[in-house]
């Protein structure tokens, strides 16, 4: 894999979300969500300072790494498919010195049983109908635990939303991101668009709550 040759560590001092882009390592196909995107996924998903934190289809791990170092008494455990993402993902990990970040490899619902049970907070990133990984994970969320989907699909958004409500699941929110940066082409400065984004998060709700 071509990579960018990482600096031996890197350091953010500022408490607020938001890692730069380009303190990632990347390659060609491989670019992290975008920090805008991830500050506004953060959000949503809420963790707590001790959660236990499912990120299924994790990618280089920028978003994971940005939860694991907002909260040090928790663990996210993030389960990726992709061997050249892995290896991407395992030097960001180590380039930030995050520890409480644990890598698999597989792919759900097939190997979710890799990651410990009981997460309170789930982030799902996928580009594709979800299918029964939406169904797989829900079941492992633990009553009050909330999930976050981001896909930049309409089938994914459709089936989501869908799956939500036979579920009978409760807080749930849809948001279409999009950011605009500029550029600057000579003279000129223009805005350019990422790749739109949606967003749905939900909470799973107590046994015997009611809507």
């Known amino acids: 894999m071509d990579l960018r040759a990482p600096a031996d560590s890197y350091q953010w001092d500022f408490v607020t979300p938001g890692l730069p882009d380009s303190s990632f390592v990347d390659a060609p196909g491989f670019s992290p969500t975008p920090m805008e995107l991830r500050v506004m996924l953060l959000a949503h998903l809420r963790p707590r300072p001790d959660s236990l934190v499912w990120d299924v289809g994790g990618g280089t791990g920028a978003l994971a790494l940005e939860i694991a170092r907002l909260m040090p008494k928790g663990v996210v455990h ?22 409480n970040l644990h890598i698999h490899a597989g792919a759900a619902p097939d190997d979710l049983a890799q990651l410990p049970a009981h997460p309170d907070r789930v982030l799902l990133e996928v580009g594709r ?45 849809v948001v279409q991101a999009t950011v605009h940066r500029m550029q600057r082409r000579g003279s000129q400065a223009k805005l350019a668009a990422a790749e739109p984004l949606f967003l749905i998060a939900a909470e799973r709700p107590s046994p015997g709550a009611t809507c």
């Open 78 to 99: 993030t389960l990726e498919r992709d061997p050249e993402a892995i290896e991407l993902l395992e030097q960001n990990r180590r380039r930030f010195g995050i520890t």
């Open 129 to 173: 109908p979800l299918g029964g990984v939406l169904l797989a994970v829900w079941k492992a969320l633990v009553p009050q635990g909330r999930l976050v989907i981001s896909t930049a699909s309409l089938e994914g958004l459709v089936d989501a939303t869908d799956t939500l409500s036979q579920l009978a699941a409760t807080d749930v929110q």
